[in-house]
């Protein structure tokens, strides 16, 4: 039998951590605070700007040297500790190199076998689907990813297909008794198979219809009401042409005496009006 791939250290890791490092903490940070006093409330002026210079010359060299001792020191304690962890690294490397090349072939397994198994859950849905409703769903509006999953077993699969087709055979009776516009309701349905959803839509569009019809209503009323309230135009009245008729001729005989000028101007006045004249 193969031997079990680990990692052991060779002395348990209680002997290999070292010690503290210990150095003159207390001593040092005593020495510090009372060179640290000599500074502390010192007025530098303009004459003594370059004592002040060279004192913050001395406090930076001296946190300098502190830095430098701390880096260099964790460097040397760390450093087995660094070469551990690329050692290790080193073998995870090489693990991966080769895991991941069988995780490839196991994924192109698993989709494998999930594709064989959603042709096998559509040919289950395809036989046992309703003829009648076998042109308004499609498998893929029921489909649940977890049915391809290996936990998952075909016969379980199947009992849930089977549940889903009744509840839509249920909710499409419950539209038919609604008792109108069944067609639209169940076309409706259709596209996402929710009767809560479908009935919701439903409701929303009529009674947006019956909005637009009152506003339709109301917009013909109002014109109505305008319309019989306009003045109706006086009817001028017709001009009828009067044909003249010929006036009826009459003759009356009688004598005149009058002066000559009475005889002239009457015969004047008998010409110009187309009084005939004869004489007896």
């Not at 509006?141 to 509840?167: F, R």
């Amino acid at each position: 039998m193969a031997q079990e791939l680990t990692l052991r250290l060779n002395k348990p890791i209680e002997e290999l951590i070292p010690a503290m490092i210990a150095f003159n903490n207390a001593e040092l940070l005593v020495e510090v605070k009372d060179r640290l006093a000599t500074y502390q409330g010192r007025i530098y002026d303009e004459t003594s700007i370059s004592a002040a210079k060279a004192d913050r010359a001395t406090l930076n060299k001296f946190m300098d040297a502190l830095n430098s001792e701390r880096l260099r020191i964790k460097k040397v304690y760390t450093a087995p500790l660094d070469k551990f962890t690329a050692e290790v690294n080193e073998v995870i490397d090489t693990v991966k190199v080769v895991m991941l090349e069988i995780d490839g072939q196991v994924k192109t397994y698993t989709e494998k076998q999930k594709a064989e198994k959603l042709v096998e859950c559509k040919e289950y849905f395809a036989s046992v689907l309703p003829a009648e409703l076998a042109g308004f769903i499609r498998y893929e509006k029921i489909h649940k990813d977890e049915w391809l999953n290996a936990s998952k077993k075909m016969p379980a699969v199947k009992k849930d297909i089977d549940a889903i087709i009744e509840k839509i055979k249920a909710e499409l009776v419950t539209i038919e008794a609604l008792g109108s516009d069944t067609t639209e309701l169940k076309a409706m349905y259709f596209e996402g198979l929710s009767l809560t959803d479908t009935i919701t839509a439903y409701e929303r569009r009529k009674a947006e219809k019956q909005r637009i019809e009152q506003a339709k209503a109301e917009a013909e009323r109002i014109a109505a009401e305008k319309k019989n309230a306009e003045p109706t135009p006086e009817k001028q009245p017709e001009t009828v042409a009067q044909v003249e008729e010929p006036a009826k001729l009459f003759t009356i005989a009688f004598k005149v005496t009058g002066t000559a000028e009475q005889l002239n101007a009457l015969k004047a006045y008998m010409s110009e009006n187309g009084l005939k004249i004869e004489r007896a």
